[in-house]
């Protein structure tokens, strides 16, 4: 698969071929993509929540007027559910919504990602991403001739001090080391900018899950 390749300055730019990039056929790991897209967004839910049934609300048991004679609905106690104060009928209780993807699924759902991401246009390629000084204006003015709108996720093995501060306090600018990514990073993107030496970790990282 080919990119486009930025020099460090993004003043100019050419084409690099990553024959090694994963290349999937028709839907294979769209539903791997989606379990595993699910997965973590469940994982990140609590489960805390919690109502009372009619059985664990305060209250008497005291039949709370009359059965006849009053003009109104019998009622047997006021923990019922149609009370104000009463229980909750079928309401949440605490439980656990995680869920375990398989490192093959796992696996599988990266490679779709980065294919789908890539043939859409939306993965470029730099030399390398560094700034010589600590200043959100070096930064600015790469990305603007590269991607000036919309958010946009640097991948690279490692960032230098200069880097990181001068990146840090740019809204629409995300950082993740090549050995983290996985694959919501890059669904969450509007576009991705990688590093050679990134692109060539991620790569590496896609032959090891494989044998």
Not at 26 to 31: A, D, F, H, L, S
Request: glycine share 8%; with cysteine; proline share 3%.
């Amino acid at each position: 698969m080919k990119f486009k390749l930025y020099s460090p300055d993004g003043a100019s730019n050419s084409e690099k071929e990553l024959k090694e990039w994963p290349v999937l056929e028709g839907t294979k790991g769209v539903q791997a993509l989606r379990q595993y897209i699910l997965a973590v967004f469940n994982n990140k839910r609590q489960g805390t929540v919690s109502t009372k049934t009619r059985a664990e609300v305060s209250g008497t048991g005291k039949k709370p007027f009359r059965q006849k004679g009053t003009g109104m609905a019998r009622q047997g106690s006021k923990r019922t559910v149609i009370w104000r104060t009463g229980g909750v009928v079928f309401g949440p209780k605490p439980r656990d919504y995680s869920q375990k993807v398989n490192k093959k699924v796992k696996a599988l759902a990266f490679q779709r990602a980065l294919f789908e991401r890539a043939n859409d246009g939306k993965i470029d390629l730099i030399e390398k991403f560094e700034a010589s000084e600590p200043k959100t204006k070096q930064v600015t003015s790469l990305l603007s001739k590269i991607k000036p709108e919309g958010k946009i996720l640097i991948v690279d093995d490692a960032f230098e001090q200069n880097t990181v501060l001068a990146s840090r306090n740019i809204e629409r600018v995300t950082m993740c080391q090549s050995a983290s990514l996985n694959a919501l990073d890059l669904i969450h993107s509007h576009h991705i900018l990688m590093t050679e030496r990134g692109a060539d970790t991620v790569i590496a990282r896609l032959k090891g899950a494989s044998s």
